[in-house]
Nanobody, 123 residues
Framework: QVQLSESGGGLVQAGGSLRLSCAASGRMFSSYSVAWFRQAPGKGREFVASINWNDFGTRYAESAKGRFTMARNNDENTASLQMSSLKPEDTAVYYC????????????????WGRGTQVTVSS
C-alpha cells in the first residue's frame, strides 16, 4: 500500500510559477511509476506528466511540454511538478498517482491517488 499527499497548490497570476509536491508513505513507492493528473470543474481527469521508477524517464502532455518539469526523489519518497508560465487554463485540482498497470496517460490504470491540491491561475 502507498499513501500519497499533495501540497504546493495555490493562487498565482498568469505567467507565474508553482511547485507541487507529492509525499508518499510505503516502501514500494520507489518501485512505482508516478504521475500527475489534473481535473478542472466539469471535466474528466487529465494526464499531465509521469516519471518512471527506474530510469526516471518522463512523459508530458502536450499542454505541459516546455512549461512543466516532473522529478522524483526515491530516497525521500517524494515527487514534484515544477510549473512555470502558468495559464488560466491550467486551473484545476492536481492529483499525484502511483503504480500504473496500463496506459500511463489514462487515469483508470493508476492504482494509488492522493486527495489533490488546488491550483488557480488568474488572468
Amino acid at each position: 500500500q502507498v499513501q500519497l499527499s499533495e501540497s504546493g497548490g495555490g493562487l498565482v497570476q498568469a505567467g507565474g510559477s508553482l511547485r507541487l509536491s507529492c509525499a508518499a508513505s510505503g516502501r514500494m513507492f520507489s518501485s512505482y511509476s508516478v504521475a500527475w493528473f489534473r481535473q478542472a470543474p466539469g471535466k474528466g481527469r487529465e494526464f499531465v506528466a509521469s516519471i518512471n521508477w527506474n530510469d526516471f524517464g518522463t512523459r508530458y502532455a502536450e499542454s505541459a511540454k516546455g512549461r512543466f518539469t516532473m522529478a522524483r526523489n526515491n530516497d525521500e519518497n517524494t515527487a514534484s511538478l515544477q510549473m512555470s508560465s502558468l495559464k488560466p487554463e491550467d486551473t484545476a485540482v492536481y492529483y499525484c498517482a502511483a503504480y500504473s498497470t496500463g496506459r500511463y496517460d489514462s487515469a483508470e490504470f493508476w492504482n494509488y491517488w492522493g486527495r489533490g491540491t488546488q491550483v488557480t491561475v488568474s488572468s
